[in-house]
């Protein structure tokens, strides 16, 4: 099993509906989580951290599933901007630092 | 505004030369890390250090070397570059490990073409 899998999509949506992505890992170990956002040709860019259940900020919910090991971003509301690649993340437990381990990311594609 | 720099946004350079991708972190943090963005597969990790004069190998180090001789600045070196590394070089900092380190910081990329 890879260390952190995702669905690649793309996901068309439209303006306006709830589309929401899930991310599963294989560390049971594994205690915070992250969502970034990627445009394209960008660099990835913190979107939210998830260390218990879940964690909310507007049109945003992302939630952490433990005894399935499967993180997941609800987007309410898509807006044409929240186009982009969302990448899941994963901290590789132990060592002297926080490595993290990144998804492949899933392509969100929001039409007008 | 906090910010990791990278040198170069886009490079071109032929094959069997020697390349230096320099990254700067303004933040004051203790691990940098150098990526690889290449389409299906995502980022990978190719060195990173967490303290100055520190390196350690990532996933794939193979034809990389790394420098930190200062807290703020991590150098990427290939050191005889090859059409596979054609490839974005993602820089990144973070704060010492633990849960509430935040996540990372990434610059911009840079753009690397082998010829």
């Known amino acids: 099993r890879k260390e952190v899998e995702q669905d690649p999509g793309p996901f068309n949506v439209p303006e306006g509906a709830t589309v929401a992505f899930n991310c599963t890992y294989s560390n049971s170990a594994s205690q915070s989580f992250f969502w970034y956002r990627q445009d394209c040709r960008k660099e990835p860019k913190l979107l939210m951290s998830v260390y218990s259940s879940g964690n909310e900020d507007g049109r945003f919910t992302a939630q952490l599933n433990r005894a399935s090991q499967y993180i997941s971003l609800l987007i309410r509301d898509s807006k044409l901007s929240d186009s982009a690649t969302y990448l899941c993340?994963?901290?590789?437990?132990?060592?002297?630092?926080?490595?993290?381990?990144f998804g492949t990311g899933t392509l969100l594609a929001v039409q007008p | 505004d906090v910010k990791v720099t990278q040198s170069s946004r886009y490079l071109v350079k032929r094959t069997g030369e020697k390349v230096f991708l320099e990254c700067v972190q303004d933040?004051?943090?203790?691990?940098m890390f150098w990526y690889r963005q290449d389409p299906g597969l995502g980022l990978r990790l190719i060195y990173f250090s967490y303290d100055v004069k520190m390196k350690e190998k990532g996933d794939i180090p193979e034809g990389y070397s790394v420098s930190r001789e200062k807290k703020e600045r991590f150098s990427l070196i290939l050191e005889s570059a090859s059409t596979n590394q054609t490839s974005m070089y993602l820089c990144?900092?973070?704060?010492?490990?633990?849960?509430?380190?935040?996540?990372?910081?990434f610059g911009s990329g840079t753009r690397l073409t082998v010829v």
């Open positions: 993340v994963v901290p590789l437990i132990g060592g002297a630092t926080n490595k993290l381990i």
């Open positions: 933040m004051d943090h203790e691990n």
């Open positions: 990144a900092s973070s704060l010492w490990g633990g849960r509430n380190s935040g996540g990372y910081t």
